[in-house]
Antibody
């Protein structure tokens, strides 16, 4: 059973870059059977898909966040990361990393989430 | 790319059945049989309860069922229990390997 855990700063200043890491256990992040991604939830609001990827494949991004988002993988640490540039207060949210098997088109493994506040 | 449309809230009494709708367009819900549903309790991460419109992951109660007609998907919860009180989100493939979520529905068990 895959387990995911987000880490990173809980406070980011406006205009700076938000950087989060997801550490995966219970399976390799270089699995070609799984997609790995990021989803966020602003306070009191719904879920928003940020992007996901599969190992040695393409990375897919939300069209509204594409210009500011970068998702990358570090197989040596069994981790993947999210960088979101030029943040504003609208980027304040709980950020989740999540994954799904390509035979199950739904995110079936989630991290506990990390709350990130954008404020000076 | 607006969020999928869900009712803000629904309610039901224990033992009853409720249905939550999720309306999109022919570019998402109507175009693919790749609709999933998530249950989220306060302060917790979402949990997958339905994928590919009507499939249940292992361990999910058969009281949860999903369906789709045209551009609208639906989640039905039968035999409501107090533990079902939560937020529910739909999600659909939206083309080009992208995903779109619904705004969420708060379920109250009376």
């Amino acid at each position: 059973q895959r387990q995911l855990q987000e880490s990173g700063p809980g406070l980011v200043k406006p205009s700076e870059t938000l950087s989060l890491t997801c550490t995966v256990s219970g399976g390799p992040v270089n699995s070609t059977s799984h997609y790995w991604g990021w989803i966020r939830q602003p306070p009191g609001k719904g879920l928003e898909w940020i992007g996901d990827f599969y190992y040695r494949g393409s990375v897919f991004y939300n069209v509204f966040l594409r210009s500011r988002s970068t998702i990358s993988v570090d197989t040596s640490k069994n981790q993947f990361s999210l960088k979101l540039t030029s943040v504003t207060a609208a980027d304040t949210a709980v950020y989740y990393c999540a994954s799904y098997h390509h035979d199950v088109s739904g995110f079936d493994s989630w991290g506990q989430g990390i709350r990130v506040t954008v404020s000076s | 790319q607006s969020a999928l449309t869900q009712p803000a809230s629904v309610s039901g009494s224990p033992g009853q059945s409720i249905t939550i709708s999720c309306t999109g367009t022919s570019s998402d819900v109507g175009g693919y049989n790749l609709v999933s549903w998530y249950q989220q309790h306060p302060g917790k991460a979402p949990k997958l309860i339905i994928y590919e419109v009507s499939q249940r992951p292992s361990g999910v109660s058969n009281r949860f069922s999903g369906s789709k007609s045209g551009n609208t998907a639906s989640l039905t919860i039968s035999g409501l229990q107090a533990e079902d009180e939560a937020d529910y989100f739909c999600c659909s493939h939206a083309g080009s390997s992208t995903w779109i979520f619904g705004d969420g529905t708060n379920l109250t068990v009376l």
